[in-house]
């Protein structure tokens, strides 16, 4: 974290520190919950290799980076709130971790009735491929649209990225379209509802203005990402 800890846009968001007893303890919330998804995103980021022999980074290296690019490109105005800093950071984090098979709890199996998973096993038929390039185009091919329900995806009982219940219930499918957008065409990323502006979390310590705007995050994350790779 102390990379991240570092950066304007955390100094400013999660990590600020507010006068107002309520909503300081709100981002104080929001601070540990971040804290804690980034532990176990990456406790699962680092299994990556494993199943993508050719992957480039996208463990913490890679995630954390983002923060530190997007002090360079975009002006901290750009964030209004904790809550959108939260998404954002969110998306950063899950974006590319569908690159791995342990993200699947129902494994192979769960893998195998993907569309991603016939497409590659067509490929594979057409090139003279095996069964590990078969694993590792379909992981690849499906990698964005399975990121759009890792926030809120149960892998074991009681486990989920996002400790918090009412923090993933809220903003977990709205983290979640965001990261599959990185692979979206330009005109879905224009026109998609999935990406419409969301209201601030319905919780007394939150203030209603922090409204939280997906199709902005989602253009920061794709941007930040190209940036740093």
């Not at 530190?68 to 002006?75: L, Q």
């Not at 590792?136 to 990121?147: D, L, P, T």
Request: contains cysteine.
């Amino acid at each position: 974290m102390d990379l991240i800890r570092s950066t304007e846009l955390w100094k400013c968001s999660l990590g600020k520190v507010l006068s107002e007893a309520p909503t300081s303890n709100f981002v104080s919330r929001l601070r540990e919950s971040f804290t804690l998804f980034r532990d176990h995103a990456n406790q699962f980021a680092r299994q990556l290799p494993q199943d993508l022999r050719q992957l480039t980074i996208h463990d913490e290296t890679h995630t954390d980076a983002l923060w530190e690019v997007f002090d360079v490109v975009f002006p901290i105005e750009i964030i209004k709130n904790p809550l959108e800093a939260y998404v954002l950071g969110g998306a950063f984090l899950i974006h590319d971790l569908g690159h791995a098979l342990c993200m699947y709890p129902g494994g192979l199996e769960e893998l195998q009735k993907t569309e991603a998973w016939n497409r590659a096993s067509q490929l594979a038929t057409r090139s003279g491929g095996g069964d590990q390039t078969t694993l590792e185009n379909a992981i690849r091919f499906n990698h964005a649209a399975h990121a759009q329900s890792l926030a809120i995806k149960e892998f074991k009982q009681g486990l989920y990225l996002i400790d918090d219940a009412e923090i993933r219930n809220y903003l977990g499918r709205t983290i979640g379209k965001v990261a599959f957008s990185h692979w979206w065409g330009h005109r879905e990323l224009n026109e998609s509802a999935e990406l419409d502006m969301v209201g601030a979390l319905p919780l007394p310590d939150c203030p209603n203005s922090w409204t939280i705007d997906p199709r902005k995050i989602a253009y920061i994350l794709r941007v930040c990402d190209a940036c740093q790779i």
